[in-house]
């Protein structure tokens, strides 16, 4: 190689090359590729090209790096230093100059597209590279033999210092362009949004001189019942603020297609129900901005998955036509939406709003951002992904082919429609254990760790008392009474007499189980009646018979993996929830709980634009079961009421826990299964 | 040729080619690049596609047409001609089928894109290709098994009907989208605006089933006095109504200069201003979508054309950086908006709003469009543009180059800061003769077509009265003094003694000529002072200046051809205008009037998409002189400042007119130069 070459080894990314003697640093990065960060383009003002030379013998790499191998500090490097200060041991990789062979680390924190670990341990971690960045440029100064625009000026300067060679800007940002030009004497720093698709970037802000502050997006999961964000870091991912709030359409209808009905009963009412989830999600962003101290312009971004109903009632698209056959979404497709659109007035007022797409009438933008947190398209092993909700949404299939549906498991899961039935909040019981001899529970109680039968749970209470169950509590229930002997495989709660405990109650022609008796305390009496076992069994019937069509669809009659997305999931055992046949047999260990996968799924798609092209493309892939026209529905729905099944084997699930063979009361079973059934 | 094909003939375009026997007349003239329109896709709704075969012998086209050239009529014509009437002759395009050799006629009507003439004789058409048009689809229903939204179904329906690839659609259109679906049976008809640039045909609005409305556009000439609006069919290129009002702003300042000021020194200023602005556009679309019985939605477009400041104040952009150096435009280039951008809610929603080019700070999109109406770039002879106003911007140049800029005239040939001027209006002066041996005058007021010394002049006047003198007035006023001897070339006034008659009127040390005094029925004393005269000098300096400017830029001392522009350029008669030397010496047939030039700029750009394009890229090679900053505009306005030229010969003009060579009172005259000067 020529004398006037150098040596450059990036790490950690290993890129090698030889470059001029004198190259900085950032320009050797880019020439080979090198992620490394920077804002102010080669001035020495944003300090984001940060890199730590390694100096002496690198038998690694091969190289001996002399202690001139970088150029001396120069004066806009030591001007920095006195300013801002530069951690020990790190340069301006736009100042230094390479001298010599020489070995560059650049530290996470110089990396523009920087892995983000996420808690799972097996979730592939997100790459950083966010619509929205920020640009620092120099304008050239009006000029009355030129006279071009100064957006025009702004424009030939993107162009001629970051290459970019066209970007698109809102009327009402043209409003600060000539104030923060002249503020900032013709050096502005510019927030652009690399649209998706193929649309110019275009100009979300513009701030004097070179911009302090960092930028921030919002991973929204609008839910049904609530609404929860996070207020995420666009320059690494973190999440600088939570919050959720309920869904204030919870006044129209407890559930979507309650909601639905009071659209299709009120002229109106559909406008009336856009304006209070968009209000709620202005406040949202509102509350978030003030919790981590930024101005809501430093919002940029928002990424929103929902269901089909939330989404049409977000858009302000009557939602009628998702609750009648055949289900038509107005629109189906990924949105590119802005502030406005949406009423949106605490962030940014040109921030982009991704939307997910929608996936079917029944299975939302927030069941593709499951997919796009889970990836059952690249799954080596057949994996179930179910995202339990008043609505569950089932993903099922492997790296071959996807297949969705969604099953109307009713709220039950939820705690609704249970008679001691209650939403998870402290004083609700989530845990149980029954005693498969004294038949005497056991349980704790969300907000205290400590187990009903030991010391100090009383006091441990006092402030919130015993209040009810929540829908992880009444599945652990139900399931333990089937391994107790008090149900049988039909749902049928045995007498005090065929069980042999007093805590049977009888109710009628039927049986209760008495819990806890906190009465005498004034609290509620909580028992699991024989309604709320029918309850369940029509829930997890319906759950296990979508789950059973597309296994139907796909040819198997097992699956490998049974992923439990949704923050209710997070707290599903699955050994209760297998116990009760709520999911298909498989072995323990290979069921999993994902959390919020949806909201996992938008925070995804709001740090990596190029994860909205690739959900996109996974989404258009996916074919969609719909169970409502199926006929093989009912079939599975009424193999799938028996605890756990009527056909299905539970190998997995025989081999870890008892199921005894107990039968009560064959006429009020025929009695019971038919009311509840109609 | 095989016998299965046969030969047809299109006129007016004379296109030939042989097609398949059977073809519809519609495909063969697709294959063929004939313009023929449709708007129902071959169902024979529509009727656009009207055409007029021709039978028996055509020597012209050595082809003889048998009576069985084209198919029978079907079933669809025959329903068609019954329900709506098909005209003697005519047959659909879409249902006649070719069956042997045929000379088919497209009558004007059935072009897509007819040529609308002008009404100036030397004018070129307008070739009709607006930006938006009507197409209808057949829209997949939707189907459980596929569950794609249906604006997903109504893209695959363009796509597959009318080949387009893609389109874009706002958020609240898509509201309307499921009923107009389901009210026209997956019939629709959608108007799409394609965008001007690379942008995807965008979603202007649905109709149920097949839509008889028609569309419209309306151009807009926003003046710093007036707004005037066309509302334009976008189908023909007609105006179907007119209408003018004041330009609100005008109470926050007469000129521009004084607007600029407002904002300057009242913080919201600018504000209030562009709510004004907007809102009296807002009417004027109200008014004149009333006046031409349709509705708001169906103008589906809008051009507007203004000066510099009424751009930055219509766009809600601070006008400050326009009052003083550099005069640094925000944004110069067109611009594509959307109704709601410009808070115009008495059009279509989404509306797509185009705004011309800015040529420079001083220098607007209205000259643009002065451009785009007369073609300077293509010009043969070297042409001098004047579009007078308060600002006057001229252009000068052929095929070569172009030249602009803008000159500052002041109000004066608006009537204003002239003694007795008022606005052209009924009972103002707009024509006046003096008699160069008795020195009266005999004048015409606007609103009356007889002369004052004619038989019924008095009669034809009670109604309004004589009121003042207005813009084009006042010019011949000047220019007639000057001609008849009551003016030196200086531009004194000459006493009662010197010029021979008790009109001239001695004030303080200078004098005036009485034109009329109609102070005994309670009038106005109607003369010309001193001031006046001053005035007129200053305003016809200035523009001589500028065009002389122009002239040095181009290296030349005389031009071929004058045209005056601007709905005031309409009413001034060039003999006066050359006298008083307010443009350059050329001969007098070869000034020309073109009338409100930028409206008609703006009509160009409306019904025609590619016009916009063209007058992008003019706007982008005109040169642009600053007359601010020049500094051979001083000298040239110096000596300009005599009736006509100090310096310069006018020898067209000397051939035509007498200018005597009077002299008077060389004291007063340096005086009041000096005076009015400062």
């Given amino acids: ?7 450059v080894i990036f790490t950690p990314s290993g890129k090698r090359g030889r470059v001029a003697r ?3 640093v950032l320009q050797a990065a ?3 590729g090198v992620d490394l960060d920077s804002v102010c383009g080669m001035r020495g003002i944003c300090s984001k090209c940060q890199i730590t030379p390694g100096y002496g013998e690198f038998p690694k790499h091969g190289v001996h790096v002399k202690p001139d191998a970088l150029s001396e500090w120069n004066a806009v490097e030591e001007r920095y230093d006195r300013v801002r200060g530069l951690k020990e041991g790190r340069r301006l990789g736009c100042q230094a100059r390479i001298m010599g062979d020489v070995v560059i680390d650049v530290p996470r924190e110089s990396q523009v597209h920087k892995q983000v670990v996420r808690k799972e341990a097996d979730a592939r971690p997100i790459v950083m590279d966010p619509a929205t960045r920020l640009y620092y440029v120099e304008v050239a100064e009006p000029d009355m033999h030129v006279p071009t625009g100064d957006l025009e000026r702004l424009k030939a300067a993107l162009k001629d210092q970051w290459e970019i060679p066209e970007i698109s800007a809102n009327l009402d940002v043209l409003r600060q362009l000539q104030p923060a030009l002249r503020k900032g004497e013709w050096k502005v720093t510019v927030a652009l949004s690399q649209g998706n698709h193929d649309a110019h970037p275009r100009l979300i802000d513009i701030w004097p001189g070179f911009y302090e502050g960092r930028l921030y997006g919002l991973a929204v999961d609008l839910g049904s019942t609530t609404i929860a964000a996070h207020l995420v870091d666009l320059r690494n991912g973190s999440v600088a603020a939570s919050a959720g709030v309920m869904n204030p359409q919870i006044r129209f209808g407890e559930d979507l297609m309650s909601r639905v009905s009071y659209a299709m009963m009120n002229p109106g009412g559909d406008v009336e129900m856009t304006r209070a989830v968009r209000e709620a999600l202005d406040g949202l962003a509102e509350d978030l901005a003030e919790a981590a101290k930024i101005e809501p312009p430093q919002i940029v971004e928002a990424v929103i998955v929902c269901n089909p109903v939330m989404h049409h009632l977000l858009l302000g698209i009557d939602p009628v036509e998702l609750g009648q056959a055949p289900f038509a979404l107005a629109v189906s497709s990924a949105l590119d939406l802005q502030a406005p659109d949406l009423q949106l007035s605490a962030i940014n007022p040109r921030a982009g ?13 927030d069941c593709a951002a499951v997919a796009l947190a889970e990836q059952p398209q690249k799954s080596e092993d057949m994996v179930l992904i179910v995202d339990v909700g008043t609505n569950a949404e089932l993903l099922l299939g492997n790296k071959e082919k996807v297949v969705a549906c969604s099953s109307p498991t009713g709220p039950a899961f939820e705690g609704a429609q249970i008679s001691s039935g209650q939403r998870a909040a402290p004083g609700a019981i989530e ?14 109680v969300i907000g205290c760790d400590i187990w009903s039968d030991q010391p100090g749970f009383q006091e441990a209470i006092a402030g919130t008392g015993i209040t009810g169950i ?11 009474m089937r391994m107790a002997g008090i149900v049988d495989a039909k749902g049928l709660i045995g007498s005090a007499a065929q069980v042999g405990t007093p805590r049977m109650v009888a109710q009628g022609r039927t049986h209760s189980y008495l819990i806890h008796d906190a009465s005498p305390d004034g609290g509620p009496i909580i028992s699991v009646t024989q309604g709320d076992i029918r309850a369940i069994q029509l829930a997890k019937s319906a759950l296990y018979a979508g789950a059973r069509l597309l296994m139907d669809e796909l040819g198997i009659d097992t699956v490998d993996r049974v992923v439990l997305a949704g923050a209710f999931g997070a707290h599903i055992s699955p050994k209760h929830a297998m ?12 069921v999993i709980s994902a959390g919020n996968a949806a909201g996992t799924g938008a925070r995804i798609a709001l740090c990596n634009t190029e994860a909205r092209s690739e959900i996109e493309a996974v989404v258009r892939g996916i074919h969609k079961v719909e169970t409502a026209i199926e006929p093989r529905f009912q079939e599975h729905f009424v193999n799938a009421n028996a605890l756990p099944h009527a056909t299905d084997p539970f190998p997995h699930l025989n081999a870890i826990v008892p199921l005894p063979d107990v039968s009560f009361n064959i006429g009020s079973d025929r009695e019971g299964g038919r009311r509840r059934r109609r």
């Fill in 1 to 7: 190689m020529a004398d006037d070459d150098a040596l």
């Fill in 22 to 24: 004198g190259t900085p």
């Fill in 30 to 32: 880019r020439q080979l």
């Fill in 353 to 365: 709003i991704y939307i997910l797409p929608c996936i079917a009438g029944h299975v939302g933008a």
């Fill in 431 to 444: 845990r149980i254990e029954i005693d498969p001899v004294t038949k005497e529970p056991r349980f704790r």
């Fill in 470 to 480: 929540c829908g992880s509590g009444i599945i652990e229930a139900v399931a333990e």
């Fill in 579 to 590: 116990a009760i046949g709520m999911i298909p047999d498989v072995a323990l260990e290979n």
